[in-house]
């Protein structure tokens, strides 16, 4: 029996040419922008304008290439060593997609598709999904495929955040510390339609508090915030921005909403909200890294793939 594991996420840029390309493929994808085309076109050309420079010079800041690419093959290296199958990743906005990967495990018998979304989102795990699915069956295979909605409930993963929480930690005592999970946000207007983004963030939360909890690790507050806010459309809230103003001297970040650190992480809350935290008087300001190829992350992803190999 021959399977393979594909690894699925939204991708990053792998040199400053493809940061136009990113951004034209994720807006003018319909689940990030639900208008309909011509409209949804326009719209992406203009967000395109206002922001291709910002993300450029943001991606340079990062070495000119999505951090997302590096910790992906990392992660796909450690978890192929674990495994009875062979693990490929596919990007849903940049090389390598879903068409790319199909042509590699069309040959396989069993083909095990994991988001790299913890929580259920149409923006994210489900248009991943629904893509990959679709070029599977241009090559009629998509009878193959086993996949997951969300598994932010899963046991290892879950310990996986607190392993970061407390390498961020250090040797220092968490109750001088304040803990803000940071998702990334969508619109009011997605979540008013139904999306379970936000009701999964916030349970995986509950889920985190008792693993710290069963490990005797004690913050003075924990908080979510959500990041990444594009537009003048209402958003998640609280925003972060403004969560960083009523916060004390000594605060950890979590990304919750991510598993693989990227832009958002790496750029968006270490070199932006760096500043912010300054000029709002905090002193200490942390940010954890996302589980990447964290022990517990991979056997929580082997735990997913065994799993489905069941149903």
Not at 103 to 110: L, P
Request: charged share 30%; glycine share 4%; with cysteine.
């Amino acid at each position: 029996m021959k399977r393979a594991i594909v690894l699925m996420n939204m991708g990053g840029p792998n040199n400053l040419n493809e940061v136009e390309v990113f951004l034209k493929n994720m807006f003018n994808d319909k689940y990030i922008i639900g208008a309909p085309q011509p409209i949804r076109a326009l719209i992406a050309k203009l967000i395109i304008f206002r922001r291709l420079n910002i993300a450029k010079e943001n991606y340079r800041e990062l070495g000119g290439i999505s951090p997302i690419v590096g910790y992906t093959k990392r992660l796909v290296r450690r978890l192929q060593k674990v495994v009875d199958a062979d693990v490929f990743y596919e990007m849903r906005y940049t090389f390598p997609f879903a068409k790319d990967i199909i042509k590699k495990v069309k040959d396989y018998d069993e083909i095990y598709a994991i988001p790299m979304y913890p929580h259920h989102s149409r923006t994210t795990t489900l248009s991943s999904i629904e893509d990959f699915i679709s070029c599977a069956k241009s090559f009629k295979i998509d009878h193959k495929i086993k996949t997951i909605d969300y598994y932010y409930d899963n046991l290892f993963y879950n310990k996986a955040i607190v392993d970061r929480i407390k390498e961020t930690l250090k040797d220092d005592r968490s109750e001088d510390f304040e803990l803000v999970f940071s998702a990334h946000g969508l619109t009011q207007r997605v979540i008013d339609k139904g999306d379970l983004y936000q009701k999964h963030i916030l349970e995986n939360v509950e889920f985190v508090k008792k693993e710290l909890k069963l490990q005797n690790i004690n913050f003075k507050k924990i908080d979510v915030a959500y990041q990444s806010r594009v537009g003048p459309m209402k958003w998640l809230q609280p925003y972060m921005e403004d969560k960083l103003k009523e916060l004390g001297e000594k605060v950890i970040i979590y990304p919750i909403s991510f598993t693989v650190d990227n832009s958002e992480t790496l750029g968006e809350l270490v070199l932006e909200y760096v500043e912010l935290a300054k000029e709002y008087g905090i002193k200490d300001y942390r940010v954890a890294k996302a589980p990447n190829s964290n022990r517990n992350f991979i056997i929580a992803l082997k735990s997913i793939y065994e799993n489905l190999k069941l149903k």
